[in-house]
């Protein structure tokens, strides 16, 4: 038995989709913890192309029981088009249990995480404007509406209520909307989902986790996004609301941490970020073009161009310090086949003095150089390496460079979107 948690190190996109994936053939139970559908996992299964968006990975194994816990923010919406497209394709979804305690998106959500940053021009987040913050703003002011309460006429009504009177005025008086709704619309279109997620849902994911925990099962714990914007270890307030982090998946699915045995840091072979805030090892110019092409660094979710940049090895070292990591997964690595050179942060300079710490403020991260050191590149096509003894020496010795700097070993590294393009070590 094994519960292993999948994490992103960086600013999300790592590609977990594909590993988490990959691990799901040998897994019980895959489960999400938290973030909802502003994360997009592509899975590439033989010419045919999956974008997740809430659904964990494991539901193209038949036998594998997928977890929404309570720690995620459902559109429900969302989450019937992916079930649906799922179904259409062949796929079964009879294996998905969605916990009652999860928060629910509203319209009204959505709407504001678009006011919200057409008001802020300066200093605009980039959110994906799925309702995701506002969600989750109404959990922690205690005024969300969970799975349950759909089930539960009077609460929903009383909820909504006490919302849209709230989220109108906000809306209307102070982003300068003009947007009206129709509170028995809302209620009529949300039973309606309810009725149609019903058969899925479970009263508490902690129940099914100590359970398959007690039965030695297998169990993977399916982050999205990345540390780095997690909303207390990330680039705040440049960050998502939620916890990525491996901690997070005891709170967002009601995992003991008594039964975690590994964490599975994803790491790319170099950085991306979608969205504002501080990027300190970013290539502006043709290099970062090159990589953003050779990669397809463009959003599963929004199709925004992904800012991109070399390997950040401060960044890594907070990453690996915060979440624990016991292994290392190394993607995308082919992507940087035709580089000469590749650099490699190990430590920022600040005010002329050298640190190899993450800044927790922003607005000193923004003053932070990195420091890299330059390593050769292999110049050679990778994508069909599939044994660690054929890869070229100076990519061995880049790999090293990052296990070295993480602290710990490389378990797979991935060296294009298939399946098979892995190479595990
Ligand atoms: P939100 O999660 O939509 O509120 O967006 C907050 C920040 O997190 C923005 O910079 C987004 O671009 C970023 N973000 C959210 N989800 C993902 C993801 O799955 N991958 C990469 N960035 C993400």
Not at 26 to 40: C, F, K, L
Not at 60 to 65: L, M, R
Not at 273 to 291: A, H, N, Q, Y
Not at 313 to 333: D, E, F, P
């Amino acid at each position: 038995m094994t519960v292993t948690i999948v994490v992103g190190t960086q600013w999300g996109d790592e590609g977990k989709g594909k590993i988490t994936d990959l691990l799901s053939s040998d897994m019980d139970m895959v489960v999400r913890y938290q973030g909802g559908n502003n994360a997009g996992h592509t899975v590439v299964i033989g010419n045919k192309v999956f974008k997740l968006h809430l659904i964990p990975s494991g539901v193209f194994y038949n036998n594998v029981s997928c977890v929404i816990g309570n720690g995620v923010v459902i559109d429900p919406a969302v989450l019937l088009e992916e079930i649906e497209s799922l179904k259409s394709n062949g796929h079964s979804v009879n294996n998905l249990k969605i916990s009652s305690q999860a928060h629910v998106i509203f319209p009204y959500h959505k709407d504001l995480d678009a006011a919200q940053e057409k008001k802020h021009e300066e200093g605009r987040i980039g959110t994906t404007c799925r309702g995701i913050g506002p969600c989750y703003v109404d959990k922690y002011s205690r005024r969300g509406i969970r799975i349950s309460d759909l089930y539960n006429q009077k609460v929903l009504r009383q909820r909504l209520e006490w919302n849209l009177n709230e989220k109108s005025f906000l809306l209307n008086n102070f982003y300068g909307t003009k947007i009206k709704y129709d509170i028995e619309e809302i209620i009529n279109g949300y039973i309606g989902y309810s009725h149609a997620i019903k058969k899925y849902v479970i009263e508490d994911s902690s129940y099914l986790l100590s359970e398959a925990v007690s039965n030695r099962k297998n169990i993977l714990m399916e982050g999205a996004q990345g540390t780095m914007l997690d909303v207390d270890h990330g680039t705040y307030p440049y960050v998502t609301s939620s916890s990525p982090i491996s901690g997070g998946a005891c709170t967002g699915a009601g995992l003991s941490p008594k039964a975690i045995d590994e964490i599975l840091g994803v790491v790319k072979a170099y950085v991306t970020r979608v969205g504002g805030g501080p990027f300190p090892t970013e290539i502006k110019g043709s290099e970062g073009d090159k990589l953003r092409e050779i990669g397809h660094e463009y959003g599963a979710t929004t199709g925004r161009p992904r800012r991109c940049g070399w390997f950040d090895g401060v960044v890594m070292r907070h990453s690996a310090k915060i979440n624990g990591l016991t292994q290392l997964v190394v993607t995308k690595l082919d992507v940087l086949d035709s580089f000469d050179t590749i650099k490699v942060c190990i430590a920022y300079k600040y005010k002329g003095k050298e640190m190899k710490e993450f800044p927790s403020d922003i607005y000193k991260l923004e003053e932070c150089e990195p420091v890299y050191i330059e390593l050769p590149g292999w110049k050679q096509d990778l994508s069909k390496v599939k044994d660690f003894k054929e890869l070229p020496v100076n990519a061995v010795k880049y790999l090293d460079k990052l296990a070295e700097i993480a602290g710990c070993r490389i378990s797979m590294i991935s060296v294009g979107p298939e399946r098979s393009q892995i190479i595990r070590v």
